[in-house]
């Protein structure tokens, strides 16, 4: 099984603060993988950095088989990664569709400002390949500020896709949303990663212990420990970085 991203020695320090310390973690493709911690673990920056929100102090990104370290976002979006933020960001004014749409026509090289939009058959039809595949068509005309978490959560996996990514991050997709709404998104993640490779950051342990295939655990911008979720569940050093969480409600968790 080959790796999709391999990190060796990421480091990126903020003044005093060494927020990610001396990563090294390789993530193998074909499996759907978690990234969990307590607050402050250094997970967000972790994504930042590899995805080229900030550049690195030290260390190599390697992301399927290209040396990305230091590169702009958009020229790893190029190569095949694509990101949703934590912090919601979509256009609040224009509808669902018109997000979407924007997003897969971006992908292209050119973009004509004097041709009909309803020109742009193949874009039309992969925005509403797109909009199916997210479960979104009946708002495709909703304008996207008046959309609920969870579609809006639905709407940015859709513009994510938008970039036909080999490797997606989600960062918390399911923070704030109902368990309707988390039932459902937490459905169409798995679905996307029979297709695609997926890591997440997600609070959610119950979510994490019944998706993930792959774990990693980091504390104080270190990884603490990886595995399945068994293995997690158990592990001394989780429970303790997890203050107040302890075996039996980690493994209650698991079975839940």
């Given at each position: ?9 990421l ?64 020229q ?10 934590q ?48 479960g ?5 005309e ?30 918390e ?84």
């Amino acid at each position: 099984m080959s790796n999709i991203l391999s990190v060796r020695g990421l480091t990126k320090r903020f003044g005093g603060l060494t927020a990610v310390d001396d990563v090294e973690v390789d993530f193998d493709s074909g499996r759907l993988h978690a990234i969990i911690g307590p607050n402050g673990a250094g997970k967000t920056t972790f994504f930042n950095l590899i995805s080229g929100f900030l550049r690195p102090d030290e260390g190599r990104v390697e992301f399927d088989g290209h040396d990305i370290t230091g590169l702009k976002t958009h020229q790893i979006s190029k190569l095949g990664m694509a990101r949703t933020l934590q912090i919601k960001s979509v256009f609040n004014q224009l509808s669902v569709r018109e997000n979407v749409w924007i997003a897969a026509q971006a992908r292209l090289p050119w973009l004509h400002p004097f041709r009909p939009v309803s020109r742009f058959k193949a874009t039309d039809e992969k925005v509403d390949r797109l909009l199916e595949e997210v479960g979104l068509t009946r708002l495709a005309e909703r304008q996207a500020g008046t959309l609920s978490y969870g579609d809006m959560a639905l709407l940015e996996l859709g513009i994510a896709l938008a970039a036909e990514p080999r490797l997606l991050l989600l960062d918390e997709p399911i923070c704030g949303m109902s368990p309707q709404e988390t039932a459902h998104t937490v459905g169409k993640i798995v679905e996307l990663s029979k297709s695609i490779d997926v890591i997440l950051i997600e609070h959610d342990m119950e979510v994490v212990f019944d998706i993930a295939e792959d774990i990693v655990v980091m504390a104080q911008g270190g990884v603490l420990a990886r595995g399945t979720a068994k293995e997690i569940a158990t592990d001394e050093r989780v429970k303790e970085a997890y203050l107040g969480i302890d075996e039996d409600e980690l493994a209650g968790d698991l079975h839940a």
